[in-house]
């Protein structure tokens, strides 16, 4: 990811801190049997923390961010933004929702629990990002394989009577075009997860 794509998740986070601490002095939960009885307002597949204030939510963002690892590290950097993603907008939702919540909470109606939506949110996320990650692993598989292949007949070839020197070679030539289709969906596969990567710093 560019710097200023990072410069934009960092002013994301910087924002999304302020409303949280706002949430929080309005105490919104306070008069919610429900939620007070929760230990946490998150799944523990999307957050470590364990709080009834966004804020410490928002915090434990803070320190995923400054631990991102160097892009070069392609995996583990595009997992920690995935996983930023996902806290970002589980945190955007609770915010989102406050109107919701003063109505509900001044009905002394019983919300449903918001931990399955955020969690359903967030595998949903992490499943479209996972089976393009699985692809793109195969991919660079079949890639291997096809060059092993080209490299396997070209040995051949040098040992090898002209007329099987010449059936070698057309079979060089099609595992050729099919490397070339190969490293086409490579390719299209990468953009598809740069997608899913903007999507998720929006």
Not at 103 to 131: C, G, L
Not at 136 to 148: I, S
Not at 155 to 163: C, D, G, L, R, W
Request: proline content about 3%; glycine content about 0%; charged content about 30%.
């Amino acid at each position: 990811m560019h710097s200023m794509a990072l410069d934009k998740l960092r002013q994301q986070v910087a924002t999304l801190k302020q409303q949280a601490e706002q949430f929080d002095k309005a105490k919104l939960f306070s008069k919610n049997r429900y939620m007070q009885a929760q230990p946490s307002l998150f799944d523990r597949a999307v957050f470590s923390t364990k709080s009834m204030n966004l804020a410490d939510y928002v915090i434990e963002i803070e320190d995923e961010v400054s631990r991102l690892p160097p892009s070069e590290h392609r995996h583990a950097y595009t997992y920690a933004l995935e996983r930023i993603g996902a806290q970002v907008q589980a945190v955007f939702n609770v915010i989102k929702s406050t109107p919701i919540w003063v109505k509900e909470n001044k009905s002394h109606y019983k919300p449903r629990p918001k931990q399955t939506v955020y969690k359903h949110a967030v595998q949903k996320i992490m499943q479209s990002s996972h089976e393009l990650y699985d692809e793109l692993k195969q991919n660079h598989e079949f890639e291997r394989r096809l060059v092993l292949m080209i490299e396997e007949r070209k040995m051949q070839m040098e040992k090898a009577s002209p007329a099987k020197a010449q059936k070698l070679n057309l079979e060089i030539l099609s595992t050729h075009a099919r490397l070339g289709r190969c490293r086409k969906a490579i390719s299209a596969t990468e953009d598809k997860i740069q997608q899913v990567e903007k999507q998720q710093l929006r």
